[in-house]
């Protein structure tokens, strides 16, 4: 009989095989798949995670989503306004905000979908096989079921909770509007101040050459007087560290110019290191004096700033949101309904099947009032009317601080007009004494020092008289950015005033 069992223990164990070898099967190829489509993560905190294969499917798909870079006229020369205009176009922050304000637009259709009733066609087939209980023991029976059928729900009357949702949903896309206007006007300036940078850039070049020339003249001058034994060497020695100065310079301002103009590139789009022509500065007209008054300004930047604006509409919505958390105190009355027909099957054991059909439909009004839900509706009041107010107090900040901003742009702008005519006055000054002092040095009046002085100090006011030009085309911009008035960002040309 011993020997008999093993058969019989075999045969047990190919039988408790047979019947787990699927699902022990399965989980193995669960773990092997999850195995192998895990993500892989670092073996510290101290490594960097690396997965080869996904870095490479996401290089490929960064490469794929980039548009394709626009054409640039390199031989156009561009004014401020066909910039701004390239920058509106192409700069990827315009996108971003557009697409922001298309996403609330359609989330105002989501909030008035509930306006509506919802209609939905249903199709069910269900099959099912139990026993029932027929002493003395169970009848196996199968019941086959279809049915279809047209649904229709409604909420009739809700005390203004949905037009609450609309006008919050509303709000929320006019605020997000005005975010979008608030991009370009950011973008505009942006634009404004890297074109008057680089402007500024350009002129520090062409005085710092103008410098070096005037260095090279004197340094000529000096080694032909030591020629002539009219000179000394420590004029000579003199000269050329003024000379090599002004080269130094001339570098530096070569260097800015390189950087200002990547800056403009990369705020209208483009690589930094593309080549631009830009109109120049002597093209564009300086004001004499501010264009209004201060408190015009202000008032108009408290009546147009985009920004403020988008604090307003959030307000405005806050107001909708605290209207939704009242209602849900008031009741809802709604209504659902289905039409359709069903079709049945079944039988029994021992019994023939049978199969009957027919027409069904249901119609249903309800009105539900929620009497208690654990004070959850006082506190949503509450934190809405929080809400509210918080962005109420926040438009007050807002407006303190664009009435403070254009105070400081309107100041600085006038200080930057009087900078600019104290320049022009100091560039005159310095002309006719370098002059002066060139022709003393070669009437043997005076030496190289005074020389090497002056033209240090005209080579100084050709400097001021630059950046205070660009200053106040940077603090028109500036002033512009401040109050709204995008208008006022873009100065005409000469041949374009009236």
């Known amino acids: 009989m011993k020997g008999d069992s093993f058969p019989l223990l075999e045969m047990t164990e190919h039988k408790v095989w047979n019947r787990f070898r699927s699902p022990v099967l399965l989980l193995l190829l669960l773990w092997a798949i999850a195995k192998t489509r895990g993500q892989d993560v670092p073996s510290s905190p101290s490594e960097p995670w690396i997965n080869q294969k996904r870095q490479i499917q996401f290089e490929r798909s960064?490469?794929?989503?980039?548009?394709?870079?626009?054409?640039l006229d390199l031989e156009h020369t561009y004014s401020l306004a066909e910039l701004i205009n390239l920058a509106e176009i192409h700069n990827p922050d315009t996108r971003v905000a557009w697409q922001s304000a298309k996403a609330r637009l359609e989330q105002v259709g989501v909030a008035k979908s509930s306006l509506y009733p919802a209609i939905a066609a249903v199709a069910v087939a269900d099959t099912s096989r139990d026993r029932l209980l027929a002493a003395p023991g169970f009848v196996r029976q199968t019941i086959g079921l279809s049915q279809d059928t047209l649904t229709l729900n409604y909420l009739i009357f809700d005390f203004g909770r949905r037009q609450g949702a609309i006008a919050e949903a509303e709000n929320e896309m006019f605020a997000a509007d005005f975010a979008f206007n608030d991009v370009h006007r950011k973008l505009i300036y942006r634009t404004s101040s890297s074109y008057y940078y680089f402007l500024n850039a350009i002129g520090?070049?062409?005085?710092?050459?103008?410098?070096?020339?005037?260095?090279?003249?004197?340094?000529?001058?000096?080694?032909?007087?030591?020629?002539?034994?009219?000179?000394?060497?420590?004029?000579?020695?003199?000269?050329?560290?003024?000379?090599?100065?002004?080269?130094?310079?001339?570098?530096?301002a070569d260097g800015m110019r390189e950087v200002a103009l990547g800056a403009l590139a990369t705020a209208i789009g483009l690589?930094?290191?593309?080549?631009?022509?830009?109109?120049?500065?002597?093209?564009?007209?300086?004001?004499?004096?501010?264009?209004?008054?201060?408190?015009?300004?202000?008032?108009?930047?408290?009546?147009?700033?985009p920004d403020l604006m988008e604090q307003v509409a959030k307000a405005a919505a806050t107001d909708a949101s605290l209207t939704q958390a009242r209602s849900a105190y008031l009741p809802s009355l709604s209504f659902s309904g289905f039409d359709g027909s069903q079709r049945m099957y079944g039988r029994q054991d021992f019994l023939s099947g049978t199969y009957t059909g027919g027409e069904t439909w249901n119609a249903e009004l309800t009105l539900q009032w929620d009497l208690f839900d654990g004070f959850r509706r006082k506190h949503q009041v509450a934190e809405a009317r929080a809400q509210n107010a918080v962005t109420k107090a926040q438009i007050e900040t807002q407006e303190e601080e664009i009435a403070n901003e254009v105070w400081v742009a309107y100041s600085n702008l006038?200080?930057?007009?009087?900078?600019?005519?104290?320049?022009?006055?100091?560039?005159?000054?310095?002309?006719?004494?370098?002059?002066?002092?060139?022709?003393?040095?070669?009437?043997?009046?005076?030496?190289?020092?005074?020389?090497?002085?002056?033209?240090?100090?005209?080579?100084?006011?050709?400097?001021?008289?630059?950046?205070?030009?660009?200053?106040?085309?940077?603090?028109?911009?500036?002033?512009?950015?401040?109050?709204?008035?995008?208008?006022?960002?873009?100065?005409?040309?000469?041949?374009?005033?009236?």
């Open 204 to 252: 520090q070049v062409s005085a710092a050459e103008a410098a070096l020339a005037n260095a090279e003249t004197v340094q000529k001058d000096a080694e032909a007087r030591l020629r002539n034994g009219i000179a000394t060497l420590p004029d000579i020695l003199e000269a050329r560290a003024a000379t090599a100065q002004a080269e130094y310079d001339l570098q530096a």
């Open 414 to 498: 006038k200080t930057a007009e009087r900078q600019r005519i104290a320049a022009a006055a100091l560039l005159l000054s310095a002309e006719e004494s370098y002059a002066a002092a060139l022709r003393s040095y070669d009437l043997g009046i005076r030496d190289l020092l005074d020389v090497v002085a002056s033209q240090r100090t005209l080579a100084q006011a050709r400097s001021s008289d630059i950046a205070a030009r660009t200053q106040v085309l940077t603090q028109i911009s500036n002033l512009a950015f401040r109050s709204g008035d995008l208008s006022r960002a873009t100065p005409r040309k000469a041949s374009q005033q009236p």
């Open 62 to 71: 960064l490469q794929q989503d980039k548009d394709a870079p626009y054409e």
């Open 271 to 305: 690589p930094p290191n593309t080549p631009l022509r830009v109109q120049p500065l002597e093209e564009l007209t300086l004001p004499e004096e501010p264009p209004a008054k201060v408190e015009e300004i202000m008032d108009l930047a408290l009546r147009q700033r």
